[in-house]
């Protein structure tokens, strides 16, 4: 069924239990989402005054963060950031 427009849901859904739900595949998302959704680490604001602040440099600081602990870890990290835009489901 082709729907109008105006219906499109505007957030990305992600059932964790599926392939989606992969860390790999969540840490490969999160440059495509800084760039579509202009997010910025505020944290980075010191290289931001050099000229070095851009999407792939607060990817990179995401990807770390989500990197640092355990896939509860990641997940809380990946909505602390792209919450707004992404639902998650278990």
């Known amino acids: 069924m082709i729907r109008p427009r105006s219906e499109m849901s ?7 239990n ?5 860390a790999f595949c969540l840490l490969g998302m ?5 760039r579509n959704y202009g997010v910025e ?5 010191g290289m931001r005054d050099l000229g070095f602040v851009t999407a792939k440099n607060s ?13 509860e870890n990641l997940l809380s990290v990946f909505d602390s950031y792209f919450g707004e835009w992404v639902i998650l489901y278990r």
Not at 10 to 16: A, F
Not at 30 to 34: E, G, H, Q
Request: aromatic letters at 6%.
């Open 10 to 16: 505007p957030q990305i859904e992600i059932d964790l």
């Open 59 to 71: 990817a990179e600081y995401i990807q770390d963060q989500m990197k640092s602990g355990d896939y």
């Open 41 to 45: 680490v505020e944290g980075l604001d």
């Open 30 to 34: 999160v440059p495509n989402l800084c």
């Open 18 to 22: 599926g392939p989606q739900g992969n």
